[in-house]
């Protein structure tokens, strides 16, 4: 049974090369025309850059529209580009620090937390964030065609307690609407799962995504269950008013809007920038649900940020805003039942 008829969306029925996947086609995917386009000369780099860094350069251009040009300082492009640093051995840095890797039931899938399960249905991004908790994920091992996902379904089908299916990746709205919809179907047959959640960062860096056709789908999929939407943001000049547009549309298929942000030394670590991110999330109807402490991910160690400062930075956050608008700061342990507060 087709999720929605096709006939009453015929945005669905549009053949590839919609606009959002032209637009990924001219992301940046190299230093020199970023910098150009940045008006930054790669000579006055503050430190020095990895020019042909292992986990690739990745920025859609749109991002890159919203850096402030000529600022090596600036909150969106730290998050993007590639120093030397990276390739620095820095102790208590691994390539696997959350321990997904064991919560791996069938490759592909991860049962880590009782309640819900999470799905890697993508091996990709539309931006690659340098401090990544997955840059190191052996996304090569994951399984590819639909064919190769019976396992995890076959799973999905019989395991205890479950009734969230998260889909990740990589970010799952990088596929294109006829994957997801044969996927969102299968989830719409699993007779225990209640919630949908996506965890997705496109609605902020290629909003073009969020089209008609994603948009009857995921309305038709909000109408059988409830739809959760958990976009990352980490600094409020990510959200332009495109984003503002797509989150809205998001808004009106009826999916409650989280936002995750990653606590980054030079990008979010203050609390008027923490506080603005907030307001401007919550403007766009997306609650700030985590505010995570850096995973101690090989080659990220230049974003990490103490623990203790981030205590005080939340504490400082509650003298200026309502509850619902304070993140909740979390670490992942490996081996936890859940994501450990840090922060009362
Ligand atoms: C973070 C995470 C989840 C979701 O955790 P919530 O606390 O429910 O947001 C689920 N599975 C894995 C493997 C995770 O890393
Ligand atoms: S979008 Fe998410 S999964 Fe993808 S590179 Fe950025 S942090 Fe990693």
């Known amino acids: ?19 959002w996947q032209r637009e990924m086609q001219t ?11 940045l008006e930054l000369d790669p ?8 020019a042909d860094p292992a986990f ?14 000529g600022d090596w300082r600036d909150p969106l492009l730290l998050q993007i580009l590639p120093l030397a640093r990276e390739n620095q051995e820095v102790a208590g840095f691994r390539s696997d620090a959350v321990g997904d890797l064991p919560s791996q039931i069938v490759p592909g899938l991860l049962h880590k937390y009782a309640s819900r399960a999470l799905l890697m249905v993508s091996h990709q991004c539309a931006v690659h964030c340098r401090y990544c908790f997955r840059r190191e994920f052996p996304y090569g091992d994951l399984p590819r065609g639909p064919e190769a996902w019976e396992e995890a379904w ?12 998260i ?7 990088l596929l294109d609407n006829r994957r997801l919809e044969r996927i969102l179907e299968r989830i719409l047959a699993l007779p225990s799962i209640r919630t949908l959640r996506l965890h997705t960062r496109l609605p902020i860096v290629l909003p073009s995504r969020i089209e008609p056709g994603l948009l009857a789908l995921l309305g038709a999929a909000a109408e059988r269950m409830s739809l959760v939407m958990v976009i990352h943001a980490n600094h409020a000049a990510e959200i332009d008013a495109a984003c503002a547009r797509a989150l809205q549309a998001l808004r009106s298929t009826g999916a409650l809007l989280l936002n995750q942000s990653v606590l980054l030394a030079g990008v979010n670590d203050d609390a008027d920038t923490l506080a603005d991110l907030s307001r ?24 990490e940020v103490e623990e203790a400062r981030g205590r005080g930075l939340i504490e400082s956050l509650r003298g200026k805003l309502p509850g619902y608008a304070i993140p ?12 450990t507060p840090l922060s009362g």
């Not at 049974?1 to 090369?17: D, F, N, R, T, V």
């Not at 000579?43 to 990895?50: D, G, K, N, V, Y």
């Not at 690739?56 to 040009?69: D, E, H, N, V, Y």
């Not at 076959?154 to 299916?165: F, H, P, V, W």
């Open 1 to 19: 049974m087709p999720l929605i008829p096709k006939a009453s969306y015929p945005a669905l029925q549009e053949p590839a090369g919609v606009a």
């Open 27 to 37: 992301a940046f995917r190299s230093l020199t025309p970023l910098l150009a386009y």
């Open 43 to 50: 000579a006055l780099a503050p430190e020095r850059l990895s």
């Open 56 to 69: 690739p350069l990745l920025i859609p251009r749109g991002f890159a529209s919203r850096m402030a040009k």
């Open 154 to 165: 076959a799973y999905l089908g019989q395991a205890q307690g479950l009734d969230e299916i």
């Open 167 to 173: 889909l990740s990746g990589g970010d799952p709205l």
């Open 280 to 303: 401007a999330l919550i403007r766009n109807g997306a609650l700030p649900y985590y505010l995570h402490q850096l995973d101690r991910v090989t080659g990220t160690a230049h974003y």
């Open 328 to 339: 909740r700061y979390v670490r992942e342990i490996a081996g936890e039942a859940y994501k």
